[in-house]
């Protein structure tokens, strides 16, 4: 492959980061990671991070390609962690074809990453529909115009489709589309990851005992 003289590539090896506001001690810990999650999210939120929420998704599709996303976790529910989507989307395809997959947080401000594999299932359609109808009238109108990852001629396609919908809406209730809800996320390993000085970080990993239905907790090398 012929090298390429991007003026970025000086730049990249000028940013160095120490990395000393926090540290992770198994005494810290919650012998329950969703707690451990729930207070890191906390802690993320209170950060004023308006993408506190974030999250990368990595599925694998059919031929083994791994593909990643973000999207926006919306509840932490049924033992997991939920966030809405279209069931005929990219993400969606590739869900049906392999459940598991795996989700990054990673909260700058704080030095902070989660790494988490699981499994994904649907949410039940109650709760779905309840999510749908607080979404805002716009909201709900995109999903109606969006067949999301399919291809599309070019922007002006999509804007008349959703005005013609907006439309067809107007002063309606609008109801939830078949092709769009939840899943849920299962998570069966978990890791806490807190940026150290001299790269020697904190990583807690968390991994399900199948059959003791218990957490393991234990601790990387960076
Ligand atoms: C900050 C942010 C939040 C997002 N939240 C969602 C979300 O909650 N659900 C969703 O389907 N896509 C969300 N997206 C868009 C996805 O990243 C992605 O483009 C889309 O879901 C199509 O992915 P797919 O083709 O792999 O299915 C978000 C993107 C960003 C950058």
Request: aromatic content about 12%; some cysteine.
């Amino acid at each position: 492959m012929k090298d390429q003289k991007l003026t970025v590539n000086p730049l990249l090896n000028s940013i160095r980061k120490e990395y000393e506001i926090h540290v992770l001690l198994e005494e810290q810990c919650h012998k329950d990671p969703v707690i451990q999650f729930e207070r890191w999210l906390k802690d993320a939120i209170d950060t004023g991070d308006d993408h506190a929420n974030a999250m990368v998704l990595s599925t694998v599709q059919a031929n083994g390609m791994p593909d990643s996303r973000v999207v926006l976790l919306r509840n932490i529910s049924y033992g997991g962690f939920t966030f809405y989507t279209n069931y005929k989307s990219k993400k969606a395809n590739d869900i049906n074809g392999n459940s598991k997959a795996s989700l990054l947080f990673f909260w700058k401000e704080l030095e902070r990453q989660i790494r988490i594999q699981g499994e994904i299932k649907f949410l039940p359609t109650k709760e779905s529909d309840d999510y749908f109808r607080e979404r805002p009238f716009e909201s709900r109108v995109g999903a109606w115009a969006s067949q999301q990852s399919s291809e599309i001629k070019n922007r002006k396609e999509l804007d008349d489709v959703f005005e013609n919908k907006l439309k067809e809406f107007a002063g309606q209730d609008v109801p939830r589309p078949e092709h769009w809800g939840g899943y849920v996320f299962l998570p069966s390993r978990y890791e806490f990851w807190q940026g150290r000085p001299s790269r020697l970080h904190d990583r807690i990993q968390y991994q399900m005992d199948g059959t003791k239905k218990i957490w393991n907790r234990t601790r990387l090398m960076p």
